[in-house]
């Protein structure tokens, strides 16, 4: 498991580790260095002329540092710095660089003016093999207006855009390390190398698409110093580590009973790939209450699961509907509720009876439009699991004007704040809190992006709750690791345009 830390944490973790050690900045920045120059090793071989983009401060500092590196094992280093006096320890890096024979360029060299019909995307004929980004860091704290700086950053996206890779050094310039929102223009880079931790502007807002692949180098600073907690980054080797093998003399009562209420006419299929997803991931018994319309469809669409009917006439529940539901219920060690369930009057009264449960609810979909109806029913039990995506979080805070304004951590704590349990908020980065711990995933594909990825996500959870020995919110942050990581194996079997809930849930793997 990884941790973030914010800007203003690392900036005092940093000035605290070397005064209690001794170990001065320009340490930390060679280690720095030595981590931009691995991650160029991975996109250009190692005699490339690489352009160094070196801003003013501390984060220029590591950018000069890794040109005279650069040069030293057998690169081209070629500096470009803006017009502005530097830090002291860019000042020094700078000296070492000039020392070892790097050439400073102009600003007209390396971008000609855009009249220049002979220079597109403003790139020279002897234009770089690949460009490190090392303008600003993360101390960036507003917009960019100068000029000069706009137009190093266009002409550099402008580059990327012919096939020149782009480095980043800590987070790209442009991008704030705390919400990940773009400060007036941002660069686009292949690899950012974070230093130490992992920034969460990288992993919120815009980030992840300026971001590229995020590789995180240590620099002397141990992974553990220092009261920073920061969010929480589930890896792929926390799935064996969180979930204990299964015992040799474990029988299914073992792994849980799940009590499903999904699905609706037409939307048979939601149901499924919920109970599919939650057998498959490991549920010892798993039962879904389904209308006696469904009863027949659902047994033949996932015979691994049982079905209880719910009795209705003229296509409405009976109120022995909920009687039938609350029985299930006192067997169950978790639940889930809304897979294409519907929206009608008459699941108000289950509403109530999964409120009331004695075991963890997952609440999903349709079950959180009727939840939205009914504000008064909040809080929920705070072992609960409640999974909006965006449109549906505006919903439950009652769509007001304030929280179209929302950034999505005030969403996820706005939202455990009303309903008491713990929130999975789906976003591109997906985020997780029980107002203690807050997790991000970073392990997902733009191939979920198609119906049926969420019920599948629920049925996940709901196993993994079943099993007894997960918290909520790990749970909640496992499930959305191993279903992103089934995403990812689908998208490279069949490409990202391909997924099906069915291949998503054969490509499962939990332990």
């Keep these: ?212 692949k995020i590789t995180v180098k240590d620099i002397l600073i141990p992974a553990d110093e220092g009261d920073v907690s920061g969010y929480q980054l589930l890896e792929e080797k926390d799935i064996s580590a969180m979930i204990p093998p299964r015992p040799v003399d474990c029988h299914k009562g073992t792994f849980g009973r799940t009590v499903l209420l999904v699905g609706a006419p037409g939307m048979a299929g939601a149901a499924a790939f919920c109970a599919k997803a939650c057998v498959t991931a490991g549920a010892g018994l798993t039962t879904i209450l389904c209308r006696e319309s469904l009863l027949h469809t659902l047994q033949v669409l996932c015979p691994e699961a049982m079905c209880l009917p719910l009795p209705e006439e003229d296509g409405a529940l009976l109120p022995e509907a909920a009687d039938i539901a609350r029985k299930a219920l006192s067997q169950a060690d978790a639940a889930c509720v809304g897979c294409g369930l519907g929206r009608t009057e008459d699941l108000l009264p289950l509403m109530e009876v999964f409120r009331m449960a004695p075991c963890p609810v997952v609440w999903d979909a349709d079950a959180l439009y009727l939840l939205s109806r009914q504000p008064e029913t909040f809080p929920l039990k705070e072992a609960d699991v409640i999974t909006p995506h965006w449109v549906e979080g505006l919903r439950l805070l009652g769509e007001s004007d304030a929280a179209e304004d929302l950034k999505p951590l005030e969403m996820l704590e706005q939202l455990h704040e009303l309903l008491g349990c713990t929130v999975l908020l789906k976003q591109p980065r997906t985020l997780i809190t029980d107002g203690i711990t807050t997790c991000i995933n970073t392990e997902a594909s733009p191939a979920l992006a198609k119906g049926g990825s969420g019920d599948v996500l629920a049925g996940v959870i709901t196993a993994l709750m079943a099993r007894g020995t997960l918290s909520s919110v790990h749970a909640a942050a496992l499930g959305a690791l191993i279903h992103g990581l089934a995403g990812q194996r689908v998208a490279l079997q069949y490409g990202e345009n391909c997924l099906t809930p069915q291949r998503l849930i054969e490509a499962l793997r939990v332990r």
Excluded at 24 to 40: D, K, N, R, W
Aim: glycine share 10%; net charge negative; aromatic share 6%.
């Design 1 to 212: 498991m990884k941790y973030t830390i914010t800007p203003k944490e690392m900036q005092m973790l940093e000035r605290t580790w070397m005064a209690r050690t001794g170990v001065p900045s320009a340490l930390l920045m060679e280690h720095a260095a030595q981590g931009i120059v691995e991650a160029l090793l991975r996109h250009v071989p190692a005699t490339a002329r690489v352009l160094f983009l070196c801003g003013p401060g501390n984060n220029g500092g590591d950018g000069f540092a890794a040109a005279r590196l650069w040069q030293r094992q057998g690169g081209q280093s070629l500096l470009w710095e803006p017009r502005m006096v530097l830090s002291r320890d860019a000042l020094l890096n700078r000296d070492l660089a000039l020392a070892a024979q790097v050439k400073i360029t102009r600003m007209e060299d390396v971008f000609p003016p855009e009249s220049d019909a002979d220079a597109p995307f403003g790139c020279p004929a002897d234009c770089p093999d690949a460009v490190v980004d090392a303008l600003f860091g993360t101390g960036l704290s507003h917009a960019i207006v100068d000029d000069e700086f706009l137009r190093a950053i266009a002409a550099v996206n402008g580059l990327r855009e012919t096939g020149v890779p782009v480095i980043a050094a800590d987070i790209p310039s442009g991008i704030d390390g705390l919400t990940g929102e773009v400060r007036g223009m941002a660069l686009h880079v292949d690899e950012t190398v974070c230093f130490h931790r992992i920034k969460p502007g990288l992993l919120l807002g815009e980030g992840p698409a300026h971001a590229g």
